[in-house]
């Protein structure tokens, strides 16, 4: 969508403040936010295993609100204990007993001046315990697999008793709203599509039909409420698939549900089928779900809220302004830095940790029922506090990645006098190269958010200084962190062979219309691939694993997948690569070729971390840490979790 003009302005000390639309506050029935920014619900698993809440809940949920947030919606709420519950330690308002809980979490919220909303849900046939019977509108017409259930009138029944008592908790626990779901494939979504609902009762068939049962819920819950608890309704303005619900149905469930008193309509979008498409991954066009909000807005009356991996303030003023909605909502987002709308609001947006959306954390250990993490939020994972150093040290960090960028900042905070040494000419490591390509731009926003935090605070940072093992013998520090990072494992290769690493590929250059080999289907060499396709290079990657990028996230790999297949990728699976000849040609371990050969092989098949600091570091008398690669091989979240633990040690 057009960004429009950008309400905000820039003062005396060149700080960017939005007070005009973004940090306006705005009414919702009886209640005013402070400002248009609404935490839309997002499961963390950190509930007990019945659903009951606990001290992390209440802190988390307290820490977002305390960092400005105008309205927080709290995650879906399961509302019976017989089939409503769709995660493993989803929280409950299924009982009385809930109560108390609960408004412990409301209170938290409402402290800091935010209001605070629970959500209310229906798994239907989206449950992720296995051997659960999954309630369905019609048996015909689902594409799932598993113990279904038809659910009869009786059950609709007790569904809208369920929905009613547990907005009912909501209202005693001190709520100020109630969000209920009518999206993402639970129940009452599923009776809204025509490809899932075939009901021929009076529950089924035209959409006024399909639509019943999301009205008399409603309507059960405002009458059961006495009118007391002002309600929300998160709606798919698509389901994102053939022959599911579509926008202008979506903008007639609107109206409906205005006129039967909810005062708000939150647009999402999507399904578990098409969750890439809605969950975005790094790859993904942010604000891709804004239109969708758009077209119910001009329908309704009602404050309408938009998401869609929605992060940047410039772009959520351009929306507010252009009047596709009046509210915004974050998940991820607000996740990896709560005081997201503080930052903004004192004029400085670019302190703002930015969710590269990895989808690993948050959504991949959600539904593996793990609490959920956040992979550049590092004191998440590690639950431990950084305080201020009880004595002041100077501490040399040899190394300046995201480790040991992470590593410096955090030790500044904290107090210490701090010296990062870097061999190459610019800060980023492996990130650098990580982060050129046109589809990495969230990673490239991580790696500026890390530099400017490095600018803004006393770290002395020296580029292009190699240390040498008499240097690091010689450091004037009390204690020394290693953050050398890992180099790329080889294959062996005639001498005449143009090879490569995966960073030298994406940024170097290659003759027009190359022939390249990529060997090593992971992640690396996967987006290594996409990169050079996208260049107009004729790509074919080898893969000793039946499937590309294995350990990826289930959305980044779809994403993967997807882009490979449009670009003209050519995959060979199930390929083991063990040398390659001097004209480019890849070959198996008996020394037969694999495929055809190439103008240039680029070689992805992992990281050996990078020992040439560590004697002389532990001769040198001091104490040594090493952080990321140095220390293991891996992906960013563990490169910032060691480095995070590091700088608490210190």
Known sequence: ??????????????????????????????????NR???AAMATNYATSAGRVTDRLVEYY??????????????????????????????????????????????????????????????GPQRIPAGQRQWVPSVSGQARTGTLHAIDSDEIAGVKASFTRAAQRARSAGFD?????????????????????????????????????????VASVRAGTEDGLPLIARINGSDLREGGLGPEDAASLAVALTSVGVQAIHVSAGTYESRHLRSTPTYGERGNLVELAARVKRDVRVPVIASGGLSDPEHLDAILSSGAADLVSMARQLHADPQWVAKVASGHPQSIRPCIRCNNGCLRRGIDGEPVTCDVRPEIATRSTAKPAARKKSVAVVGGGPAGMEAARLLAVRGHHVTLFEAR????????????????????????????????LPVVIKLGTRLSSKDLLALDAEEIVLAAG???RRLPADDDAVVMTAEEAVTGTLDSGARVAVIGGGVTGSETAWHLAQLGHAVTVYERESQLARSAESNHRQWLTDALTRLGVHTVLNTEIHTVAADGTPRFADGNPAGPAANAVVVAVGAEKNEWFTRPARTSGKPVHRVGDCASPGDLAAALASAWEAGCRI
């Open 1 to 34: 969508m057009p960004r429009g003009p950008l309400p905000y302005r820039v003062d005396d000390s060149g700080a960017l403040n939005y007070p005009d639309v973004l940090l306006s506050p705005i009414p919702i029935g009886p209640h005013v936010l402070r």
């Open 37 to 39: 920014v609404v935490r």
């Open 62 to 123: 307290g820490s977002i609100a305390a960092g400005g947030t105008g309205l927080v919606i709290v995650e879906f709420a399961f509302i019976d204990r017989m089939v409503s519950r769709s995660w493993p330690r989803q929280l409950s308002a299924s009982e009385d007993s809930d109560v108390t809980g609960l408004s412990r979490i409301a209170a938290a919220i409402q402290k800091s001046g935010a209001r605070a909303a629970l959500q209310l849900c229906h798994a």
């Open 177 to 217: 709203f109630a969000e209920l779901h009518l999206a993402h494939g639970y129940l009452l979504s599923e009776f809204l599509a025509p490809d899932r609902n075939q009901r021929s009762d009076e529950y089924g068939g035209s959409f006024a039909a399909r639509m019943r049962f999301s009205l008399e819920v």
């Open 425 to 456: 000419h610019e800060l980023g490591g492996g990130l650098v190269a990580a982060a050129r390509p046109s589809f990495k731009h969230d990673l490239a926003r991580f790696l500026e958010y890390q530099k400017g935090a490095l600018e803004s």
């Open 486 to 488: 890992s180099h790329p």
